[in-house]
């Protein structure tokens, strides 16, 4: 089992930044890729970033150029800087790790609440 536990949270200003962090704890050693996802008020869970064990990176177009994944092995934690935050960021972001041992399992955080004001 993998559990992953989210902070960094909160209250920001539009135009302003945010750093989330989410640790992985558990069987670890076979986390493949981590990423982050998010789901606005009344809307479908969407794709943000993701990163491979490798350090590859992708993000959705829509956070482009503001966002920024990384990950710290030696902490197993995983982190999302974001930056020139807008108000349509406003979302529960979840962690998610995807796992391989003899099958494929894909785990995810609780989830954190950012909330953008304009």
């Known amino acids: 089992q993998v559990q992953l536990v989210e902070s960094g949270g909160g209250l920001v200003q539009a135009g302003g930044s945010l750093r989330l962090s989410c640790a992985a704890s558990g069987s670890i050693f076979s986390i493949n890729r981590m990423g982050w996802y998010r789901q606005a008020p009344g809307k479908q869970r969407e794709f943000v970033t993701i990163?491979?064990?490798?350090?590859?990176?992708t993000y959705a177009d829509s956070v482009k150029g503001r966002f920024t994944i990384s990950r710290d092995n030696a902490k197993n934690t995983v982190y999302l800087q974001m930056s020139s935050l807008k108000p349509e960021d406003t979302a529960v972001y979840y962690c998610t790790a995807v796992v391989l041992t003899n099958t494929i399992r894909t785990y995810w955080g609780q989830g954190t609440q950012v909330t953008v004001s304009s």
């Open positions: 990163i491979t064990s490798s350090g590859t990176t």
